[in-house]
């Protein structure tokens, strides 16, 4: 029964945003409407407890700016004035206009654009069946963790992270360009737990973020400046002969060339690179060295720079040099959970594909919008909202403008990019539909049942692709099947052998706990696997972990107009940039150091643009040693206001950020930009 009659009924859910905890719920439900968000105390890992952000979820599921039907556009492009068709008429137009545009200019000018607004496995990829079928250029997603994932592939191989609960036993845990009071709150309960026992926090970040402020040692690397530093401490670990030669010796490979390259290399190279003093640098190889029990939390802000895959590489190899990948009581390294495998195939369909197409990097799609031939005559936006989130922003925008582009956007709320749709399409939230989740930062999954009626005329991304199938006469197998058919498929592909659990009995509401939450490190202690120091020669990376140079910020040309290097992560009230519609025009801050703010002319609480080739952006400084000197940090990815202030055009952090490519992995460099900062004349 989905509806109530006025009792409150309580029901469980899976948060489906895109953030490592990925939370058990209790949702309250009465009359058929939700009344109330909060933790599951069941879930073995969130315990009960959730963020602020979906506390004030139901503010969002009936909010003003949700889309509670289909749209098609009267104003102009971007003015955000639609009038309301009907789910018919929407679905003949959507397939009309693809065919239009397959027929004229070839399915290779349609672009389906879509990320992780919803992490449920079903919907989050509900639309590639669809755009294999079709034939259309392929999206690589690369905007989060590619960089990350590649870095530590290029070592670790295919290993799975620690289980976060090992941190609880450590005796000194490093948060590494991770600021886990804000991006992973549940984590924060094994550090608490450590340090009753005594543990001590590290973190190392350009930025004094929330985590650092209550961190017992902070250590304030420069953007970038991560694989020096990891590499300093195993240089200075070598000198001191503190590495763990059992683990070295028995699961690695390659490590005399690791050896002596850092032997050749001054330990003042590392310095100036990461910014890092020696003795600074000599405390942290101490922490860890002294300390056996060690726990190192990874997190993606170290790669979100054109060194990223560099740097997790150097973090690796210190992991590995101090032997934390053999596992023991609070020993490990945890960058992604990775905890199930499963079989993608089941859901993206790539066999419905009839040739290869060519693939756009989701990062430069500002690119592909303006610059790409034969044009992308058509754009499917759904699970994403690239106008806030993508680099480069104002090409996003030129791009979104273009009158012979059809674009549509399959969306919950009037974000920045809905505003630019020519076709809006009203999208389910996880409340008003069937899906399974599974956390990148903890071992376990689970499948919630919707809990509620979808919300207006809203649709899953499912049903979307289900209806614009049988619309274009696309009768595959796949676009036969239920939801659930699919999701008890691809749960069949999960390690279920090893949990003990049929596909049917990991859809009964129950959290199933992976296999590789067991057993830590045996896979190196007794499975014969390696790490190995040195890449082969097949590799397109340097085969050696070494020092590489920057893209944008050691650009003398650019240097010399910007001098300051910008750093964009998230907030607590924003996940990425959903919930912005609870903020609009909110003018974020941008934190600059004391010597800069007096070069520049700005004072404390002072409006600036900050400003590049790019673009430029109003925020309020705030003059703080919370950045080092040279770097500016601009947190949020809040919304313009709407419409636009008198004179002003609509804009967000990223019209500054670059579409330059990380070194591995194809990932996006958001926190590598030049810029620099005006004060606001007083109005
Ligand atoms: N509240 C909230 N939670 C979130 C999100 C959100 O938007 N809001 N986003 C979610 C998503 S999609 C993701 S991928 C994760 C991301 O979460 P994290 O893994 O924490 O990564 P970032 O948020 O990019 O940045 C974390 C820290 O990295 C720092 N940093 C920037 N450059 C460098 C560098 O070169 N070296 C080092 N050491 N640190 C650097 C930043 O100052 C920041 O403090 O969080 C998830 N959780
Ligand atoms: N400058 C800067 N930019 C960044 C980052 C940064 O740190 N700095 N972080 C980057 C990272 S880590 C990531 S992961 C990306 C995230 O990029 P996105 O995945 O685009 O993330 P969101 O901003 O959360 O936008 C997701 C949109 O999907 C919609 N949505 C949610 N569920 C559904 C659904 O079921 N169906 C449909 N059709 N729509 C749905 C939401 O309403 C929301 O508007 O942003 C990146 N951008
Ligand atoms: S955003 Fe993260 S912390 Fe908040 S409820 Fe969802 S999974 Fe939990
Ligand atoms: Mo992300």
New binding site residues.
Partial sequence: MLSGDGVKQLKKSICPL???DSCGLIVHVTGGRVTALGGDPDHPYTNGFI?R?MHRYPERLYGSDRILYPQLRIGDKGAGKFRRISWQEAIRLCGEKLSQVRDKFGPETILPYCY?GNMGMINRFAGFPFFHRLGTLQLDQTI??AAAGAGWDAHCGGLAGCPPEQAADSSVIVA?????K???VHFWQYVVKARKKGAKLVV????R?ETAKSADYYIQ??????GALALGCCKILLGWRKTDGAFIEQSTEGFAEFESYLRTRKIGEFVAASGVAVEQMEQLAALVSENRRTFMRI????T??SRAGM?VRAVTALGAVLGLFGGGSGRGVLLSSRAFGGDREVLVHKKLLAKETERINMVQLGRALVARTPPVKALVVYNSNPLSVCPDGSMVRQGLAREDLFTVVHEQVMTPTARYADLLLPATTFLENLDLYTGYGHFYLGVAEPVIEPVGEAKSNFDLFRLMAKEMGFDEQPFQESCRDRLLQYLATIDSADSGLSAEQMMDGRYVVSPKAEGYGEEFRTGGRKFSFVLDSESLAPRSISLTCQEEADDPDLQSRFSLQL?T????????STFGERYPGTVGTVLVNPADAELLGIVDKQRVQIVNHRGSVTRVARVTTDVGPQVV?APG?YWPAEPAPAGGQDKGINDLTSQKLTDMGGGAT??ESLVTLVPCRKQ
């Fill in positions: 895109d953030c490592p963020c952000k992780a989060c963790s590494w360009g991770i600021d886990i804000v991006t992973n190392i970040d350009p930025c973020n690397v420069r953007p970038g400046g991560d997190g993606v802000g170290m979100r720079n740097a750093v992560p998230p907030v607590a009230d924003l996940l990425n940090a990815l958001f926190h």
